[in-house]
């Protein structure tokens, strides 16, 4: 699942917007990268209906969603669908 070189944590890219929808609903929680900042994603309990997005570390950017499909159609600084980049964007974290 990941790789560990010179003690850093490597995340492969996802695959497919279903890698992405089943690592979030079963990590709850996924850092991703993309033009050079960081996102926080997380799945936030077991109902299937909160899920949030926000800049990483900056708690005042936080949005939430309804539904896993909501999230992936927000978009990141207003010009990028989050399920047109997810699987190219790199993973800095994420729970295993």
């Known amino acids: 699942m990941y790789t ?9 890219k ?14 709850r929680e996924i850092v991703i990268k993309w033009n050079e900042i960081e ?10 209906n909160d899920f949030s997005i926000c800049e990483a570390n900056k708690p005042k950017t936080e949005v939430h969603f309804k539904s896993i499909n909501e999230l992936l ?4 600084n207003s010009s990028t ?16």
């Open 4 to 12: 560990k070189n010179d003690h850093i944590l490597e995340y492969p």
């Open 73 to 76: 159609n927000s978009k990141l």
């Open 39 to 48: 996102y926080s994603i997380e799945y936030e309990n077991d109902s299937m």
């Open 14 to 27: 996802y695959k497919s917007i279903n890698d992405f929808k089943e690592s979030l609903i079963y990590g």
């Open 81 to 96: 669908c989050l399920k047109d980049v997810i699987t190219e964007a790199e993973i800095t974290w994420r729970n295993i």
